[in-house]
């Protein structure tokens, strides 16, 4: 089943939009779906108000469905983040309330794009990071989400190597945040991700999917204040802006289980390059680049 999905969902990601749909296309097909939230950039360790841990409280106890069960990438060298004893506590804690913790950052500058770190430094930081991960969470972690959203063969094939799958999203929040300014509120969210599922719901009616509901990657960044207060006002803007364009929910609208999200997860992987991991010098692949930093 998930090789079926990551397949089927490979052709969705990376294939551009037909200006004639092809004559099989019903547009009053059903199509249920269901959100797989996803986070980048943390944890946070402002206090008093830590924005990771606001996230981490609206997911359990918003009016929606309380509950949620996300996945983490975080940045797990970051001087201001998961490189400090905080940083890790909080990770720690993400993994018991059954969140999953993924892999964005490695370096400890910060927040670097994989495909400009030197060669030989990228594979020791990702097993240093998978190493990390494992200690805090008794597991290693499956997925890895390359910052800026910018990969190549040279790191897709690493990661492969490295037994970690590249998951990336469907309907990014824009919620990064630049010198200070918050984008999700200068775009203006609600009609952010109307347009966002609006795009989504016309290429997924070109698709011959058997699969149900049909996961959908959503991510925020859990490091932004400004989400960490508005979360809750944001999974009410997805589903009543699915709802609005006809997408439905036979289930919940969330997934609440860590083994749900493993499953997705799995399925929903960008699939690894069939070339081998001496390509060092391709460039950068940007089909799916997220505004992050």
Known sequence: M?????????????????????????????????????????????RPYNPTLAIADQLATNDIQPGIKAIFFVQTEHPRGGGTQEGREIMHWLSLQGHTIGIHSVSPLGHVDHTKMPTNDLPCALEKAKDLIRGLTGSDPLFVRPPYGVYNLRTQSLYADLHLRMLMADVPAHDGVIYGYHLVAKWHAREHFRAALENLKAKLLQQDLSVTPIPVIVSFHDVNPYTAKRLTEYLHFLVEEAQHIGLTFPEKPFYATAEEVTAVGIARCVPPPLVPTQVAGAAPTTEKKEILH
């Open 2 to 46: 998930p090789g079926i999905l990551c397949s089927a969902f490979a052709g969705l990601l990376l294939a551009s939009c037909r200006s004639v749909p092809p004559a099989h296309v019903q547009y009053d097909r059903i199509l249920p779906i269901r959100f797989l939230v996803t986070l980048d950039d943390g944890p946070s360790i402002r």
